[in-house]
């Protein structure tokens, strides 16, 4: 009997070493939906290069995914690694599951701030110039799962408006992502959207970081084509995640990789961030417990 027991424990044994030598074989990387899909491929490249040898995985594999959803799910099912998340999208993950993944990281603005804004804008010349000016018009959100283009604007465009959201404004939809939605703002489909940025430098540049800093700079965005109709408060920058799961080498490896990034490789860290960030500095659950217990209280998991 004792015989039988060592043996089970043995074959135990042996199924566990051999998961943890499955997850070094591919390292799983979400990409949130909402921007063109080769610039999103192309943007997370350099990692599918120098991720291997960082952390000794043999392989890294790119999920891009629809939308926010998409990625939410991968790491719900434990079939994604790594993902960048904002901050709504993360509680998602932890109202459901909250030891579905860690929150290790988060970025640093070039001021200093670990924050970014909800930013609601509209065409220039669509005589749209103050909020006031939506009331009973037709207002654009990113995404269901996004922070600054849903949630954020959700409980807090209330107090300026005066009035629930479904009341002031005429109708509301979603963009299909922030990218998609400021296109449908300058097409005319929406008087006006909410999408995201760091709020520091120049509106002309799309600011430092952030969606319109990114149109910008890939040339599909002219910043004197927009107006800034509203600003939302500071909201916490998103998370770096990375699966509970994964053995305690590998999440070591990866988070060093991630923090020497800025520094070792100055173009990837930009390309995978969307913007100008200083680094990265460590995140745990509780900065992000506002913005789940305002998800929580609004649109719920």
């Known amino acids: 009997m004792l015989k039988k027991a060592l043996f089970s424990a043995v ?12 997850d070094l074989k ?13 610039d999103r491929l192309r943007n997370f490249q350099c990692l599918v290069e120098k991720l291997p040898a960082a952390t000794g995985v043999e392989k890294v594999s790119l999920f891009p995914a629809a939308d926010y959803d998409g990625v939410v799910q991968g790491l719900l099912g434990g079939t994604l690694d790594y993902a960048e998340l904002g901050a709504s999208a993360y509680a998602k993950v932890y109202l459901a599951k909250a030891d579905a ?22 065409r220039k010349d669509s005589g749209i110039t103050t909020i006031e000016d939506m009331k009973g018009k037709k207002l654009g959100f ?28 005429g109708e509301t939809g979603f963009g299909g992502g922030h990218e998609n939605l400021v296109l449908e703002v300058v097409k005319g489909t929406f008087a006006a959207g909410t999408t995201w940025g760091s709020g520091v430098g120049e509106f002309k540049d799309g600011y430092t970081s952030g969606n319109l800093n990114k149109m910008v700079e890939k040339g599909i965005l002219d910043m004197d084509d927009l107006v800034e109709l ?4 500071l909201i916490p920058n998103g998370p770096v995640v ?26 990837c860290f930009s390309a995978i961030q969307g913007g100008d960030f200083t680094g990265y500095t460590e995140v745990d659950a509780d900065f992000y417990k506002p913005i789940i217990e305002a998800r929580k209280a609004t649109i719920g998991g």
């Open 101 to 122: 993944v860690e929150p290790i990281l988060t970025t640093v603005q070039t001021d200093g701030s670990t924050g970014y804004y909800s930013i609601m804008v509209a």
């Open 26 to 38: 591919e390292f799983r990387v979400g990409i949130l939906g909402g921007e063109n899909e080769a």
């Open 242 to 267: 990375v699966r509970t799961s994964l053995s305690d080498e590998v999440k070591a490896k990866f988070k060093q990789f991630m923090v020497d990034l800025p520094k070792t490789d100055p173009a």
């Open 11 to 22: 074959a135990l044994l042996a199924l566990v070493g051999n998961a943890q030598a499955e």
């Open 142 to 169: 990113a995404d269901a799962d996004s922070t600054s283009g849903y949630l954020v604007p959700l409980v807090t465009l209330p107090e300026t408006i005066g009035a629930p959201v479904k009341e002031f404004f």
């Open 230 to 233: 509203w600003r939302s408060p």
